[in-house]
Structure formats: C-alpha cells, structure tokens
Nanobody, 127 residues
C-alpha cells in the first residue's frame, strides 16, 4: 500500500508560480514511480508529468513542457510540481498518483495504471 497526501494548491493570479507537494508513505519509494494528473469536474483525469523512483528521469505532457517541472526528494519521500506562468487554463484539481515500477514512458500517462491516489489539491488561477 502507498499513501499519498498532496498540498500546495491555492488561489493565484495569472503569471504567478506555484509548487505542489505530494508526500508518499507506505511501500518502499525505491520501487514506486510517482505522477501528477489533473482533473476538472466531469472530465477525465489528464496526465501532467511522471518521475522515476530515483528522481533522475521524468516525462511530461506536451502541453506543460518547459513550464512545469516535476522533481522528487527521496530524503523526505516528497514529490513536487513546480508550476510557472500560470494561466486560468491551469485551474484544476491536481492529483498525485503512484504505481509499482522504476521506469517512466508513454504508458505513464494512463491514469488507470495507477492503483494509488491522493485526495487532490485545488489550483485556481484567477484572471
């Protein structure tokens, strides 16, 4: 089992930056890949980024490349999502997800492949 707790979501203004955090506990972090997804009410969860257990490799959705950065601090089992140049289109609930595995790839964007999820953290970008 893996427990995930997100934090950091809040109301921000256009152009602001924000960092989301996800603390993982339970199953060994050395064998667990983590990812960020986003979801609006009534919509399917969309992939944002994923990172390997050692934090050395990451993959991003094309729409966020160069603007969002995923990272991981294994000393405190925490994953981060740094979000820059925020726009209202970034408004969503952001979820942390985990699955067993040490690699990231095309299938990292399949939300159904992740058995563990956090409760989500709301990001609202106001115009």
């Amino acid at each position: 089992q893996v427990q995930l707790v997100e934090s950091g979501g809040r109301l921000v203004q256009i152009g602001d930056s924000l960092t989301l955090s996800c603390v993982a506990s339970g199953r060994s972090s050395r064998h667990t890949s983590l990812a960020w997804f986003r979801q609006a009410p009534g919509n399917e969860r969309r992939f944002v980024a994923a990172i390997t257990p050692n934090g050395q490799n990451a993959i991003y959705a094309d729409s966020v490349k160069g603007r969002l950065t995923i990272s991981k601090d294994n000393s405190n089992n925490t994953m981060y999502l740094r979000m820059n140049s925020l726009t209202p289109e970034d408004t969503d609930v952001y979820y942390c997800a985990a699955r067993v595995g040490t690699r990231v790839g095309i299938d990292s964007g399949v939300w159904k492949s992740y058995p563990y999820w956090g409760q989500g953290t709301q990001v609202i970008v106001s115009s």
